[in-house]
């Protein structure tokens, strides 16, 4: 169950800090986030975790950053400029444009007057690369971070001296000028992905596509999303992408409803044989084993950055009554919090507590972000601790400058230790397991 919507979502993040809408003082520009000082922290985090998940704690998959800029070839192989179009009709009365696909009846569901007959328009943004006027070339901002795996294909594999099965991992930006906007950052123009390129023996796909379905949906769950806010859905044949042989969805239940937020995909052989074949380079796998020559399947991972956060953010969201006051906390997991201990003095015209307070700050500080707070009453500051998901909160008061000790509060559930000033370090290192 989610119990809340996305304004209020929307809302937390701006008042907080998380997201920004881009270039705001203009007027801004249509579904084009920043991420703030609280933002940048989470989809860090975030980030952080799916590397660690499928390049560090594993000894098949090698990491990569390729370019946003590509030369256009590839996107003529990858099939993107011929077909990476949706089915577009524009409403005759209000002029408003919809995607064919989500339209459920026939009329305009604005103001119900009559469409035009569908016509297919390309995501990709176009730009020129060169200086010379008349001697420019257009090229495409990537609508997707995976084409720059396949065409590093060969280097990789000579410079790493891998053997299937192993997989390319790569974040990065991607874009699409998208139709059908709107639900915060669900559908944004510039975003972030997150995508494993796994090749592996053809007849071993089957076997892999499984694996990699049920592990990231581990990932979600053991991130903290709970299990009933997700489901798998396996795409029918007329909803395959033109490269796909099978495709499930993970979807999450956003407070707009059920809705993607990574697809894994059996991408066969297709883009390493077109590539092979608009490049004319050789892009086989030599198997030493067998003495066979092949191109390798493909089993793609591929979730959205932006949409993972935004699932974190929502999952976390709670409200409840704490003596007959509303109480707003986000219950994020420790690793994803953005700031994981606010320190704070009760009293802040005290130079004791102040100076107990900064040195229990200096101690903690350096592995995560720390903030140090005194500019409200401590009521005030615990529950702007909640709203962004602080699990922890360490309180300096008068009795500490006389035992030592301070106050450490759980987010969640509100409880109060009291212990040695000198141990809050252990203490945070042990809870917050960053590991
Ligand atoms: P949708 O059907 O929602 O447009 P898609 O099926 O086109 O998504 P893919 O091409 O499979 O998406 O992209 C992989 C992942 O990238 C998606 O699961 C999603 O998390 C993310 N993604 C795709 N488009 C966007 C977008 N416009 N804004 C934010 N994230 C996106």
Known sequence: MINVELKDIANLCKRRGFIFQDSEIYGGI???????????????????????????????????????????????????VESFADLLVDCKGCKKRFRIDLLKGKECPECGGELTEPRSFNL??????????GQTHDVYLRPETAQGIFVNFENILTSSRRKLPFGVAQTGKAFRNEITTGNFTFRSREFEQMELEFFVKPGEDEKWYDYWVNERLRWYISLGIREENLRLREHQQHELAHYAKRCHDIEFLFPMGWSELEGIA????????????????DLHYFDDATGQRYTPYVIEPSGGVDRAVLAFLVDAYRVETVRERKRVYLSLDKRLAPIKVAVLPLL?????????????RDGIRGDYRVVYDDTASIGRLY??????GTPYCVTVDVDSLSDGKVTVRDRDTMEQDRIEAARVKDFMTEKLDLS
């Open 30 to 80: 249509g579904s084009v986030w920043d991420y703030g000082p609280l933002g940048v922290e989470l989809k860090n985090n975030v980030k952080a975790r799916w590397w660690k998940s499928m390049v560090y704690d594993r000894d098949d998959v090698e990491g990569l950053d390729a370019a946003i800029l590509m030369n256009p070839e590839t996107w003529k192989a990858s099939g993107h």
């Open 124 to 133: 990709m943004f176009k730009t020129q690369v060169g200086s010379v006027e």
């Open 266 to 281: 059996n991408r066969t052989d297709y883009d390493l044989k077109q590539h092979a074949k608009i490049s004319g380079r």
């Open 348 to 360: 802040r015209n005290k130079p004791e507590i102040v100076e107990m307070a900064h040195r229990i």
């Open 383 to 388: 529950r702007r601790q909640d709203e962004i």
